[in-house]
């Protein structure tokens, strides 16, 4: 199993920083890599794909990067509505998440 | 628009059988593109694929090694829905529950897309 790793666990930021979350694989997972933003109460959203593309909708203030093992998510310049926990997952070999970043208010 | 609708018992006892079931509107479950998954979140596990469903001329499962022995997804084409079964749950079976699709064609490849809203089903005597 294609474990991933997050982190950080928790990052404290101010509307219109940048966060950049990180997303490390055990393995491998090629630009199999997709990131998901999940609110409170609510199912997870899909972000990014195939570590750079954008799904339908997704401001471009949300950019992905990274090759094999190591992959990026960056929020630039954070909306209020930004303020969530985000799930990287890979689909390389079967599907596995991270245990999450929340990015919390400062 | 895609929308997945979950419905299912709350609360199950211990030994017993969790049953679930995510009702389909703009897909269809035998759709020759889509394959129809169901994942739980936890506190302790974090977010686990279960297991799927999907049809290419012919239905076919997939199932997650660590509850293959205990789980069972079936589509229902009368009804447009497929549904959640595992067997011989245990207090480490509570989570939420959801439901989603992959368009395994679509632009979004094996990617989950849609989701259900989630259904909380604690284990418990």
């Known amino acids: 199993e294609i474990v991933l790793t997050q982190s950080p666990a928790t990052v404290s930021l101010s509307p219109g920083e940048t966060a950049t979350l990180s997303c490390r694989a055990s393995q491998s997972v090629r630009s199999y890599l997709a990131w998901y933003q999940q609110k409170l109460g609510q199912a997870p959203r899909l972000l990014i794909y195939?570590?750079?593309r954008r799904a339908t909708g997704i401001p471009d203030r949300f950019s992905g990067s990274g090759s094999g093992t190591d992959f990026t998510l960056t929020i630039s310049s954070l909306e209020p509505e930004d303020f969530a926990v985000y799930y990287c997952q890979q689909r390389s070999d079967w599907w596995t998440f991270g245990q999450g970043t929340k990015v919390e208010i400062k | 628009q895609v929308q997945l609708q979950q419905s299912g018992p709350r609360l199950v006892k211990p030994s017993q059988t969790l049953s679930l079931t995510c009702a389909i509107s703009g897909d269809t479950v035998s759709s020759n593109t889509a394959a129809w998954n169901w994942i739980r979140q936890s506190p302790s596990r974090g977010l686990e694929w279960l297991g799927r469903?999907?049809?290419?001329?012919?239905?076919?499962?997939d199932y997650a090694l660590f509850v293959k022995s205990r789980v069972v997804i079936n589509p229902d084409k009368s009804k447009n829905q497929f549904s959640l079964q595992l067997n011989s749950v245990t207090p480490e079976d509570t989570a939420v529950y959801y439901c989603?699709?992959?368009?395994?064609?679509?632009?979004?490849?094996?990617?989950?897309?849609?989701w259900g809203q989630g259904i909380m089903v604690t284990v418990s005597s």
């Open positions: 989603a699709r992959a368009d395994m064609s679509g632009a979004y490849g094996d990617y989950f897309d849609y």
């Open positions: 469903t999907y049809y290419r001329s012919k239905w076919y499962n």
């Open positions: 195939d570590v750079s």
